[in-house]
């Protein structure tokens, strides 16, 4: 069980991976070493890449120098509408995740020959990698409760990422490694002083791209120590870590590299450092990089000039605040230097011998108008619509399945005003024509990608050019006459600008230079040149390209790269991005007067600081003839096993079962046993959920004996009231609803029983219910704001006794970066309850032997003894407050009869981590709750004692 439950976090921090509905129409096709699983709309996409899989990973094998047995299922999907994919490497039941949205030319992923084969190319390297089992017997004994391989568990991050990066680059000849991005970044990182520490180079969340330095990093300094020690060095490494005695990651380093990881990290950095300084140092006398107009930080967003050229849009975003659709005006900026003027002249009259600081660039601009990302609806790509007075932008919305799309909306900053103009179109990038009704966008859907045509009034789409997987096109412009879009297209490997005629469809391409990516073009004014990013030999600079053909001629040379072209409506000068080791800065390059800037110098011996020299192109992939695909039905079955229980204050208890579903997550059973003290539970339940319609509809047979007389810690006055046996059977259905901040749960359903109570005659129980969950979490800035509302309703029989139980809670909270308060209250009300057995019982666990509407009487907290007070009425309310993940908290509880006053509360304080999910089928996991927690018990009858608590439930 360790062994998935070590994964959980990762699968939950990948959720939207798993996000396609099980009800969906799935299909499967095999090829002798995957499964391949896929929505009937991703077919095409899914056939092309099963064709390619056996012959990649084939190369992926003579590379890594091991075969890892048995068959992955890969899950193909586009729950985000960005381009990932992911490896789960369990031994024995390996995963493979890919997303069918292609990257871009301006993405650290942009540079690949075929996406399908570059992406699966990489996440097969995790599979073969990281799945070699270890050649101890222990250790392989350890595996067989723990199936996850010594290099997956010893390695950090860096080696997992940083060789899947290697290899990508060494058998594609194309990916990061060879990429214009990854020398431009660690360049600017050296340059600075901010490469990453080796501590840093696992996980750094503090700085700019530091996530992405296990990639962009690692992959070079992996190489660095090949080219130092060998090309078998690597080999030698993963025979270390998997040998019969066992080695700690660095102790296996050590023995193939002479020294340890950190010591050899660091002169790798230093050498890096002076790579890029040496470039520095041959750039530097030709280098053309504009001026600084803003000293930006992060992943600042393209910039785009009002009509007038009066106003830039810009998107700014930071690590510790929201992201913010900015407009800032382009004329000096009067108001910031009066303001810096008198502040310098009233501190230098305070101190006459103080010295002024120096302004080394420009002031913080203030903006005109400003739209701030609520809920984590981040706007993308801004364009001015005619007149200057709206904004078309891009912002991905969540549909019921909880899937991403880009639509369009228009923002008016004057007003304030935000409309949506289209809905789940899965347009993005959109650029709106010279009179503003209609806008040329990409549409990237299901793994086709096209140019199609936006009615702005009606969100009308209309294909410009056909969906294609081989062929991807990006970053679409509107000439000023609206005659021609100009735009990139992915084709042969590269990277091409085209201009295409809108009334008859014919194109040009526009040629550069050999082996180059072109990126973010964008028009002149004139309709005369199109401005684009140019990225060769490691250095991303700006050229101006005749939109009637001929050469293109250079426009700045930077020592890091200059971005997203944005040209003054006068034709004077250009806005464009520059990278720098922080993020990027918006720079302006005056455009008259400049003389030509002659060739750029090849500096490919300066590798990782510059990109290295072209690698040979590899022989094309040999492709297997697979499909057609069949429906998927119930899938193919796997069996998991699962321990669950608790320790508890009202028992102490072992749950040993079985999971048998299938890796989409359509059908789970569950069989599990439990064992406990003389309080129990101890039984059994057999339970069944299918998912493969709307609806999910389970059932769950139980057997279970319960002595609550004896639970370790007894409730003065209960006495045998609530020993009982009982066995049944539940049906219930259910049905949710997702939307951008939340979502909806919606079940019912019926139960039947026999209770068997100890002292008393055995009793048939009939009862309904329904209940309903909304969760929702609204967010501004970088607070979030929870709130989540529950309500349930129980009807039924007992005997010869009818009864009602109803009631809810509701929480509320404010929480940021892990920290915050949240805040709940609940009530439930039973009527015409006359047995303890129906009325509301307060304390006790939750337990997979039993099903919902069997417990939904018992109100479940874990620090106390179950029926710790019995009656008809309940009262709870509870703060929480979290300190760096730390949830402290303070509850209270009241029980009483109908009629009677409200009882005495019984207060608790401690801490506790309540953990809960739905089926993870990636990791055979079905749904859980687990919770660990300590409390002081403030008054009677259990004042001044101190209880823990473990427990773990599973739901199917």
């Not at 880009?406 to 347009?427: I, K, M, N, Q």
């Not at 590899?618 to 699962?642: C, D, N, S």
């Not at 493969?692 to 409730?715: I, N």
Request: aromatic share 8%; proline share 8%.
């Amino acid at each position: 069980m360790l062994d998935r439950l070590l994964i959980v976090l990762v699968c939950l921090a990948a959720a939207p991976a798993l996000a396609q509905g099980p009800s969906a129409e799935w299909r499967t096709v095999t090829t002798p070493h995957f499964r391949v699983h896929y929505t009937a709309p991703e077919e095409a996409w899914a056939l092309d890449a099963a064709s390619k899989l056996e012959a990649i990973r084939a190369r992926v094998i003579a590379q890594v120098g091991y075969a890892a047995p048995g068959t992955v299922d890969v899950i193909v999907s586009d729950p985000v509408a960005q381009a990932n994919g992911m490896a789960l490497p369990l031994l024995g039941a390996p995963r493979m995740v890919l997303w069918t949205s292609p990257p871009g030319p301006a993405s650290a992923i942009g540079t690949y020959n075929d996406w399908i084969e570059l992406l699966a190319l990489h996440e097969d390297t995790h599979l073969e990698h990281l799945l070699r089992p270890s050649r101890s017997p222990l250790q392989r004994l350890v595996e067989a409760l723990l199936p996850v391989g010594p290099i997956t568990m010893k390695a950090p991050r860096w080696v997992h990422e940083g060789y899947a990066t290697l290899v990508e680059g060494k058998l594609t000849g194309s990916g990061r490694p060879n990429g214009d991005l990854r020398a431009a970044i660690l360049r600017q990182r050296a340059r600075a002083g901010t490469l990453p520490t080796y501590a840093q180079l696992a996980s750094d969340s503090e700085s700019w791209m530091g996530m992405s330095m296990a990639y962009l990093a690692g992959s070079a300094y992996l190489e660095w120590l090949v080219e130092r020690t060998g090309p078998d060095s690597l080999r030698h490494l993963w025979a270390r870590m998997t040998a019969r005695t066992d080695r700690s990651f660095g102790e296996a380093f050590a023995g193939v590299f002479g020294e340890p990881p950190a010591r050899l990290y660091d002169r790798f950095a230093a050498e890096l450092t002076w790579r890029a300084m040496e470039a520095e140092r041959r750039i530097a006398p030709a280098a053309r990089e504009g001026t600084l107009w803003q000293d930006l930080k992060w992943t600042t967003g393209e910039p785009a000039l009002s009509p007038d050229g009066a106003r830039l849009a810009i998107v700014l975003r930071a690590r510790e605040a929201p992201s913010r659709l900015a407009v800032w005006s382009t004329g000096p900026d009067e108001a910031g230097l009066k303001s810096w003027d008198e502040r310098v002249a009233r501190q230098l009259r305070r101190d006459p011998e103080d010295v002024a600081p120096v302004r080394a660039a420009p002031l913080p601009r203030k903006p005109l108008h400003q739209l701030v990302t609520r809920d984590g609806e981040e706007p993308f790509t801004p364009r001015w619509l005619p007149g200057g007075r709206a904004i078309l932008y891009v912002r991905f919305e969540t549909d019921g399945e909880g899937f991403l799309h880009p639509d369009l909306f228009r923002w008016d900053p004057e007003t304030g005003d935000v409309r949506r103009l289209t809905r789940f179109a899965d347009v993005r990038e959109a650029d709106p024509s010279p009179d503003g009704r209609w806008a040329i966008a990409v549409r990237d859907r299901n793994g086709f990608s096209q140019l199609v045509r936006v009615e702005l009034a009606t969100g009308t789409v209309a294909e410009i050019t056909p969906p294609s997987i081989a062929e991807v096109v990006a970053q679409p412009r509107v000439s000023p006459d609206g005659t021609r879009v100009a735009f990139v297209r992915h084709r042969g490997g590269t990277w091409v600008l085209t201009v295409r005629e809108l009334a008859g469809g014919r194109e040009r391409e526009l040629g550069a230079p050999a082996g180059a990516t072109v990126a973010y073009p964008a028009w002149s004014a004139d309709g005369n040149t199109v401005f684009a990013s140019v990225g060769r030999d490691g250095f991303i600079d700006l050229m101006a390209f005749p939109a009637a053909g001929g050469a293109a001629r250079p426009l700045t040379r930077t020592i890091g790269a200059a971005l997203a072209p944005a040209p003054t409506p006068d034709g004077t000068a250009i806005f464009f991005l520059s990278l720098q080791a922080d993020g990027l800065d918006l720079r302006r390059l005056e455009l008259n007067g400049k003389p030509a800037l002659g060739p750029s110098p090849v500096l490919s011996e300066l590798a990782p600081a510059v990109a290295p020299a072209p690698p040979a192109a590899p022989a094309p992939l040999a492709e297997t003839k697979v499909g057609p695909g069949r429906p998927y039905g119930i899938g193919r079955q796997e069996f998991a096993v699962l321990a669950g229980g608790n320790v508890a204050p009202s028992s102490r208890g072992l749950e040993l079962g079985a999971r048998v579903g299938d890796v989409v997550g359509r059908l789970d059973v569950l069989a599990i046993a439990g064992v406990g003290d003389a309080a129990g539970p101890r039984g059994g339940t057999l339970a069944v959920a299918w998912r493969g319609w709307p609806v999910t509809v389970s059932a769950q047979l139980f057997q279970m004996r319960e002595r609550l007389s004896q639970q370790p810690l007894r409730v003065p006055g209960l006495g045998e009231s609530l020993d009982l046996d009982r066995r049944g059977v539940e049906l219930a259905a259910s049905w949710k609803r997702r939307w951008d901040t939340g979502g909806v749960r919606v079940g019912a359903g019926g139960l039947l029983a026999r209770l068997e109570p100890v002292h008393a005659a055995a009793l048939d129980r009939r009862a309904g219910f329904v209940a309903v969950r909304v969760d929702d979490t609204p967010s501004r800035g970088c607070w979030r704001f929870p709130h989540r509302l529950e309500a349930r309703f129980d009807a039924g029989r007992t005997g010869d006794d009818a009864w009602r139980r109803y009631g809810g809670s509701f929480e509320v909270g404010a929480v940021r970066e892990g920290s915050g308060v949240l805040l709940a209250y609940q009530r439930q009300t039973a009527r015409d309850a006359t047995s303890s057995l129906d009325r509301l019982q307060l304390g006790g666990v939750d337990s997979s032997l039993l099903p919902a509407s069997e417990l939904s009487g018992r109100i479940v907290v874990p620090a106390l003894p179950a029926g710790a007070r019995i009656g008809d009425e309940h009262e709870g309310e509870r703060a929480t407050l979290l300190l760096g993940g730390v949830p402290l908290f303070f509850e209270r509880h009241r029980v009483w009869d109908q009629g009677a006053a409200r009882g005495d509360w019984l207060r608790l304080a401690g801490l506790e981590w309540d953990v809960a999910s739905g089926p993870l089928p990636l990791v055979k996991l079905p749904g859980f709750h687990l919770t660990l927690g300590v409390a002081r018990i403030l008054d009677a009858p259990f004042a001044d004692r101190t209880e823990g608590w473990l427990t773990l439930a599973w739901r199917p």
